[in-house]
Every structure is written in C-alpha cells, then in structure tokens.
C-alpha cells in the first residue's frame, strides 16, 4: 500500500483537521465519528482523541490509507 506525505506547515496538526484537509473524512462531524469508532490509529495504536496533535514522523492509518506526516521543505517523494 502506498504511503501518502503530509507537509507541516507549522508544528502540529490536529488529527481532525488532517483528515479534512486529505479529503478522509467528508467533515468535522465524520472525522470525530471516525475517531470515535476506533477507526483511525497513529503510529499503530487506535486514536480516540479527535484533535490529537500529530507531529513530524508520526504515522496515520485510516481505512485503506496510510499518511506519514513529514517536516515542511522535506523531499519526501
């Protein structure tokens, strides 16, 4: 399965906000039930906080995706 790169653009992201913006989860309310179902895990450990801040090296994985978050500038390919 391919891996897809998310760039920071700051120091975190929320994990909500991460699975809008990467079109996941159609909008806040599906991201928080998502999370809520245990649907979403981080670095291989089942997520239940919606707005978790995810940092450089995490890992998500959610239905059949798989995003690494990486540094912005990074030549992650």
């Known amino acids: 399965m391919p891996v897809r790169h998310f760039q920071l653009q700051g120091e975190f992201i929320e994990l909500n906000v991460l699975l809008k913006l990467l079109g996941l989860a159609p909008s806040g ?4 039930a ?3 179902e245990g649907a979403v895990t981080v670095d291989g450990e089942v997520e239940t906080r919606t707005r978790r801040k995810l940092r450089c ?3 998500v994985h959610v ?6 978050i990486t540094a912005a ?3 992650a390919s």
Do not use: P
Request: zero cysteines; hydrophobic letters at 40%; glycine letters at 16%.
């Open 63 to 68: 239905a059949d995706e798989d995003v690494l």
């Open 73 to 75: 500038g990074s030549d």
């Open 34 to 36: 998502m999370v809520a």
């Open 57 to 59: 090296g995490n890992r």
């Open 29 to 32: 309310g599906a991201a928080k």
